[in-house]
């Protein structure tokens, strides 16, 4: 099937959506390479989304000055969802960084560090519950929490109370210089959670 140049959402349903992204991943898969975003035509790609969370960040960021992804549709195919995002030419910050000169890569620091910033100052409705946001607590899948699912957790303290436990663990084995309790002094932010070279162009 030929790639068309512009995405028309109304020639693709939730099934075709997942069929295509299914077709392409067995593709990517019997190269050797593990993909989890694939042209979906000229100017978008598709993506799977792992919860209701990540479409909520995306709409979110649109508060701020940082420059992302339009998201052109979100759909939902039995217990999987996906986004269609707009897609822009480019190199990755990855490929294009070696060959940057010091003065280009000193304004990429700069301008991520403002994009942190602006990230930290995101609040909605949800924002004092930990996790990922959605009208609910959700369970927190990431790496940061170790390598099962976490929570979910309802309030701060129960965040705190949980890596306090974990840090105790640590501090067992590090007796003579014990690394100082988790608390609440800060507030919860807004973070990427995988900002990398790879995922910045």
């Known amino acids: ?11 693709w349903s939730p ?4 069929e295509f992204y299914v077709r392409e991943q067995k593709t990517a898969k019997s190269k050797g390479a593990i993909r989890t975003v694939f042209r979906i035509s000229g100017d978008a790609v598709v993506k799977h989304v792992n919860d ?8 979110l960021v649109l508060k701020a000055k940082i420059p992302t992804a339009r998201l052109l ?12 995002l707009g897609y822009t030419e480019g190199r990755t910050l990855a490929e294009a960084w070696s060959s940057m000169p010091l003065e280009q890569k000193e304004f990429v620091i700069k301008t991520l560090h403002d994009y942190v910033v602006q990230l930290r100052k995101i609040k ?12 609910e607590p959700l369970v927190c ?3 940061q929490l170790g390598y ?3 929570g979910p957790f309802t309030t701060y303290a129960e965040l705190t109370g949980f890596l306090n436990r974990k840090l105790n663990l ?6 003579s210089n014990p690394l100082g309790p988790f608390n609440e002094d800060w507030p919860l932010v807004l973070i990427h959670n995988d900002l990398n070279m790879t995922n910045i162009s």
């Open 15 to 18: 099934e075709s959506i997942f």
């Open 52 to 59: 209701e969370s990540e479409v909520n960040v995306m709409k």
């Open 148 to 150: 099962r699912s976490q």
């Open 141 to 143: 899948d990431t790496f």
């Open 1 to 11: 099937m030929e790639m068309p140049l512009v995405f028309d959402p109304e020639k």
């Open 124 to 135: 909605d409705e949800h924002s004092s519950t930990p996790g990922p946001l959605g009208p």
């Open 73 to 84: 549709l979100h759909v939902e195919h039995g217990i999987y969802s996906f986004v269609v």
């Open 170 to 175: 640590v501090n067992r084995k590090r007796p």
